[in-house]
């Protein structure tokens, strides 16, 4: 089994939750180190926590404003990284709604590991899906001990602004649920996994790429990028998919078509005939995953990426 070391400002809230924390893997059978328990008394802090971090394969962020505030807290992380310990940047609560995100890129022991996919117990989400911490939590315990591995080949790769986060999920459940394999990144990169990486490698193996259409859509720096990948495949078919909230709404409907005029890569979607989710959505879901089936099973092109 893996064994964690878990870094965190020593203030009393934040204390508490690391004390939480490390009891919830240690219940999951995770070997833990903590400070408050791992270090004799009267020994050398210093050199236990080197040891901590060093005999350990993980190494967790409790990351807050604070963190970056604190000497001993940027060393660990340094240190961490430094002997190429796999970092889990999760966001505690604190006070206060300042992000911690503009901080990251200000100190060198911390820089970049905005590249990694982060769990937030702040604002209680992953990637724009609200959770609670139980299952927050849950998706900390797996990616320890089950991580996903990067050569899975999936059926469908989603597409989506986070403001349609639960929409975007809802489909891909269903997807799942019905066989089909769907690359979502609120349910299919773990937490503290390079979200680039994760994604070109699912985006190269997936049959079918959906994009959850929202006004929004065209002003995301990721989306034009990933439909761009999709673009190289000839063996892939594109499903445009409106989001439900504007189903009726034939202003961000043209917002969206004027807007992807002027993209490249979005241009591709205004060429393709959208999906318009209905009620009942069982009804909806049906239908889409007969269309999905009947492109994966039609044969794949030659030369195709597999």
Known sequence: ?????????????????????????????VETWLDVKDIPRLSRWEDEIFKGIIGSDYVVL?????????????????VARGYGRKILPIIVPYDGTASVFPLINQYEQTRSIDDLNFVSFHTKETLGLLEDDTL???RLIKAIITPTPL????????SFRWTQAAFATQIADDFNRAGIKAFIHTRSIDAGADWRRASWSAALRARI??????PDVAQSQYIDPEVLISRTRPDLQFIPI????????????????????????????????????????????????????????????SGAQQ
Not at 5 to 23: C, D, G, H, T
Not at 151 to 158: A, E, H, K
Not at 276 to 288: K, M
Request: glycine share 2%.
């Open 1 to 29: 089994m893996p064994r964690v070391m878990i870094s965190y400002r020593n203030l009393p809230a934040q204390r508490a939750f690391a004390v939480n924390l490390e009891k919830a893997l240690a219940n999951a059978g």
């Open 62 to 78: 409790c990351l807050s404003p604070e963190y970056f505030a604190s000497e001993t807290c940027l060393f660990e992380c340094h």
């Open 136 to 138: 927050l939590m849950q």
């Open 151 to 158: 050569d899975i080949n999936y059926d469908v790769y989603f």
């Open 209 to 214: 790429h959906a994009v959850i259409l929202s």
């Open 242 to 301: 409106l989001a439900k909230a504007f189903v009726n709404d034939e202003q961000a409907k043209s917002t969206i078509r004027t807007s992807f005029n002027n993209s490249k890569n979005l241009s591709v979607l205004n060429a393709i005939q959208w999906v318009t989710p209905y009620d009942p959505h069982q009804d909806f879901i049906d239908g889409l995953i007969k269309d999905v089936k009947t492109i994966l099973n039609q044969p794949r092109v």
